[in-house]
């Protein structure tokens, strides 16, 4: 499977900050969305860095509730990893998962067009096991309904 087959599924949106935009904005934002990070671009298209709840957690242990008020860029992680649509899922599954980070950018062409996350590459690896299992016991049983 490729990564593109999860933005199919999941669709293309992905919510960016500036970087100037301030880290409590950035918190409301992620918390509106039910998201864990953000992208940040300063043109919504370009990767700039991507910042994190983690991100927000750590600076707020080594600054203090100041940090609430710095922009994303203090904090953003500006060196990040992306993939294209056609990067495998399990490639990806192996980088998240040694690069210890929970979201990553899909990219075309230096453009950005979606977002994948841990819990898009488990929600998928549960679909393809419950259809594996429920292939497996119909073979079993001979039930195909």
């Known amino acids: 499977m490729r990564i593109s087959d ?34 940040v671009s300063r043109d919504g298209s370009v990767v700039d860095g991507i910042v994190s709840e983690r991100d927000v957690v750590r600076a707020l242990a080594q600054r203090g509730a100041g940090v609430l008020a710095e922009p994303v860029r203090a904090i953003a992680t500006t060196q990040v990893r992306t993939v294209t649509p056609e990067a495998q899922l399990e490639d990806v599954e192996r980088l998240m998962t040694r690069g210890r980070f929970r ?29 594996e299992r429920s292939t497996l016991t119909e073979y079993i049983t001979g039930d195909r309904a």
């Not at 230096?110 to 977002?115: E, F, I, Q, R, S």
Request: hydrophobic fraction near 45%; charged fraction near 20%; glycine fraction near 12%.
């Open 6 to 39: 999860i933005l199919r599924v999941k669709g293309p949106g992905v919510v960016t900050v500036e970087p100037e935009t301030s880290t409590e904005v950035l918190l409301n934002l992620l918390a509106e969305h039910r998201i864990g990070a953000a992208v």
């Open 103 to 131: 979201h990553v950018p899909v990219v075309v062409d230096g453009a950005l067009c979606g977002v994948v996350s841990i819990g898009d590459v488990v929600k998928n690896r549960i679909g393809e096991l419950e259809t």
